[in-house]
């Protein structure tokens, strides 16, 4: 199975969204939180989404969630949102609202 990154980010390090937010939204779209991780998945299409605060956009682990606040949404999913039509519903419908909910763009890569 062939996998595709995406992030959203803040327009700076200094500027968060709510996560308990954005984790109302996950939840609301059908997404549970992994086992033992930050992240929200789907299984069926595949979709992962983690919630982070980052002090770099460029170097960011799991461990750098944060209950409060998020600057960096770090997105693994199987189907290709930026560079095409979408080809699972569900997978545009959660990436398209989450670029709603907070004023931004998906874009391609971590």
């Given at each position: 199975m062939e996998y595709v990154y995406y992030?959203?980010?803040?327009?700076?390090l200094s500027e968060k969204w709510n996560t308990a937010e954005i984790e109302d939204y996950l939840k609301n779209c059908g997404m549970s939180r992994e086992a033992g991780k930050p992240s929200y998945v789907m299984t069926q299409p595949f979709l992962s989404v983690f919630p982070l605060n980052v002090s770099d956009y460029e170097n960011w682990s799991e461990d750098d969630y944060d209950a409060y606040e998020t600057n960096y949404i770090a997105v693994v999913s199987t189907d290709?949102?930026?560079?095409?039509p979408v080809k699972n519903e569900q997978i545009g419908y959660v990436l398209s609202g989450l670029e709603e909910l907070l004023l931004t763009e998906v874009l391609e890569g971590c």
């Open positions: 992030h959203l980010k803040t327009n700076s290709d949102y930026c560079s095409g």
